[in-house]
């Protein structure tokens, strides 16, 4: 069993789960985002079963997904981005490495579909 992997941000669960949704939804949106590393990694396992959801087409899928980000960033997903991986069975996103942020020196990347 893996217990203690998931990254916590230095947040409690409703502060990480509002953090996820934020970025997922700015992924849907806009198809890349630039973030920290460390984010961008654990968006990654978090956008992939979002997708794979979306593919089934289903409304307890739809459902599943409203529970998760907003109506607005589920429809897009639907209907624009799920059916682009029809054919692939994972690995939805990329991450690419930025280097370094000037203020802090936070590690950066940018995180954006594939395809």
Known sequence: MRRGKQRKFGRVSGQRT???RALTTALIE????KTTEAKAKSLSGHMDKMVTIAKKQTLA?????????????????MAEV????????????????LGQRRSDGAPMALIEFTK
């Open 61 to 77: 899928g739809r459902r599943l997904l409203l529970g998760h980000i907003g109506e607005k960033a589920v429809k897009k997903l």
């Open 30 to 33: 806009h198809g890349k985002i």
């Open 82 to 97: 799920a059916p682009k991986f029809e054919s692939r069975n994972g690995g939805y996103t990329r991450t690419v490495k």
């Open 18 to 20: 509002v953090l996820y």
